[in-house]
C-alpha cells in the first residue's frame, strides 16, 4: 500500500491560518506538521510549529525576527515503545 499523503490550509481568521500535513504507511501517521501562522501587513509568518521533521516530535515557535526555539514534546523512552 502507497504512502497516503494529506495536506491542507485552514482559514481562522482574515489575518490566521492552520497548515497541517500527515504522511500515513500502512494505517499509522509515519510523519507530521501543523503550524499556525499569522499575517503581518501582506507576508504570512509561521508563530508555531509541531512536526517530526528531526526524527522526534517538538515544538518550534518562532518569532518574527526568525528566531526559533525547539522544544522536544516526549523523551526517547516514549517515542520508542514497541508493542
Known amino acids: 500500500m502507497p504512502n497516503r499523503r494529506v495536506e491542507y ?3 481562522i481568521g482574515p489575518s490566521d491560518r492552520y497548515r ?3 504522511i ?5 501517521i509515519v510523519f507530521f506538521r501543523v503550524q499556525y501562522e499569522t499575517k503581518v501587513k501582506s507576508t504570512w509568518y ?6 517530526t ?8 515557535l518562532m518569532n518574527i525576527g526568525g ?4 522544544t522536544p514534546l516526549f523523551n526517547q ?4 515503545i514497541q508493542t
Open 9 to 11: 490550509v485552514l482559514r
Open 20 to 22: 497541517h500535513l500527515h
Open 24 to 28: 500515513e504507511e500502512r494505517g499509522k
Open 46 to 51: 509561521p508563530v508555531v510549529r509541531y512536526d
Open 53 to 60: 521533521t528531526h526524527g522526534f516530535a517538538h515544538r518550534d
Open 67 to 70: 528566531e526559533v526555539k525547539k
Open 77 to 80: 523512552d516514549c517515542t520508542s
